[in-house]
Antibody
Framework: QVQLQESGPGLVKPSETLSLTCTAS????????WSWIRQPPGKGLEWIGY???????NFNPSLKSRVSISVDTSKNQFSLRLSSVTAADTAVYYC??????????????WGQGTMVTVSS | DIQMTQSPSSLSASVGDRVTITCRAS??????LNWYQQKPGKAPKVLIY???SLQTGVPSRFSGSGSGTDFTLTISSLQAEDFATYYC?????????FGQGTKVEIK
């Protein structure tokens, strides 16, 4: 069973770019789609976007102008970049296996999440 | 975007109670509806997928039903470990969207 682990800075300054990496272990990220989801403190879940192992992407229109997701299959990793961050981007960020192409059609494998705070 | 609306937003219940949470989609999503449980400080965990299929390892006291726009998650006999926040999520169209959550608290 694949396990996911997020990594990256826990503090980002306003107007800068948030960068996170998700490393998969126990299996290959090839053949599946991989998503980023975030959760502001005390609030609900927001899907950010996904990437297929081949590199094709799909983003939430609410964030599309600021988001990019990339994949490195040689390292079994995929990464999130969110530009021009504000305090509203403060959240726990999860990397997750996307529903697309899975038997369940659900987000079935989650990382533990990493808290990112936007503050000067 | 498909809007997902859960009710209630929170509820208080006792161990042994039957608990029902509803989720309504802003348009028909067939049975592309999933339910998740989230405990404080933890990632969500899928309980039910495609409206009524129980994820492997999830206790049978959890069940889901519905199709189209109206869905239900039922816990037949609430256990201590079930106190958590529950989210519905649609996988019909991107952007994938979640309900606002239902917090199940101890009465």
């Amino acid at each position: 069973q694949v396990q996911l682990q997020e990594s990256g800075p826990g503090l980002v300054k306003p107007s800068e770019t948030l960068s996170l990496t998700c490393t998969a272990s126990g299996g290959s990220i090839s053949r599946y789609y991989w998503s980023w989801i975030r959760q502001p403190p005390g609030k609900g879940l927001e899907w950010i976007g996904y990437i297929y192992y081949s590199g094709s992407t799909n983003f939430n229109p609410s964030l599309k102008s600021r988001v990019s997701i990339s994949v490195d299959t040689s390292k079994n990793q995929f990464s999130l970049r969110l530009s021009s961050v504000t305090a509203a981007d403060t959240a726990v960020y999860y990397c997750v296996r996307d529903p697309s192409g899975t038997d369940s059609g659900a987000f079935d494998i989650w990382g533990q999440g990493t808290m990112v705070t936007v503050s000067s | 975007d498909i809007q997902m609306t859960q009710s209630p937003s929170s509820l208080s219940a006792s161990v042994g109670d039957r608990v029902t949470i509803t989720c309504r989609a802003s348009q028909s999503i067939s049975t592309y509806l999933n339910w998740y449980q989230q405990k404080p400080g933890k990632a969500p965990k899928v309980l039910i997928y495609t409206a009524s299929s129980l994820q492997t390892g999830v206790p049978s006291r959890f069940s889901g039903s519905g199709s189209g726009t109206d869905f239900t998650l039922t816990i037949s006999s609430l256990q201590a470990e079930d106190f958590a926040t529950y989210y519905c999520q649609q996988s019909h169209n991107t952007p994938w969207t979640f309900g606002q959550g239902t917090k199940v608290e101890i009465k």
